[in-house]
């Protein structure tokens, strides 16, 4: 195999002469891939902590429907405690005076599961910016009407 020179004096890069050009090409690509290979390797993202969430979140909020269908939008005070191990409970939800259960899916995200509290039904989710500020979007049906329900929450 004959190996092509860019030099005409081999003492003036002796090391690319001797082994060829393509030596420090496949040595880059080896040491980019080891390289890859570890920043992936720590690359390690925090596990969710839902205590840590429910202890942020405890507290007042300042709760500011966005849009009611079929009512008129409420502003009210919201009392946020924890519940279990990764549940919150949203006292005074939709101004109404009653306490739903929460469950906290992540950093950013919430589940209100449908239940049953005096008669009335809820049901819906939620998002969470960085433990300050939640965007509920549930139903709430008394029995006598079924309104769909955006809200804004800011912690107080």
Known sequence: MKRYTFFKDSSYCPEIMR??????FKTFIAA???????????CTTESFDPAV????????????EESASGGTPQSCQMQVSSEGESGLKL???????????AVIESETSLTI???TVNGDIFEG???IKK???????????????KVNIVANCTKQ
């Open 131 to 145: 433990y300050k500020t939640m965007v509920l979007n549930f139903t709430y049906d008394n029995g006598r009407e």
């Open 53 to 64: 969430a429910q202890q942020q979140m405890k507290g007042t909020w300042k709760y500011e």
């Open 19 to 24: 082994k060829g050009i393509g030596y420090g």
């Open 113 to 115: 599961p449908r239940q």
């Open 91 to 101: 006292g005074n939800i939709a101004c109404s005076g009653l306490t739903v259960i």
């Open 125 to 127: 989710s939620g998002t």
């Open 32 to 42: 980019f891939f080891i390289l890859m290979s570890m920043a992936a390797v720590s």
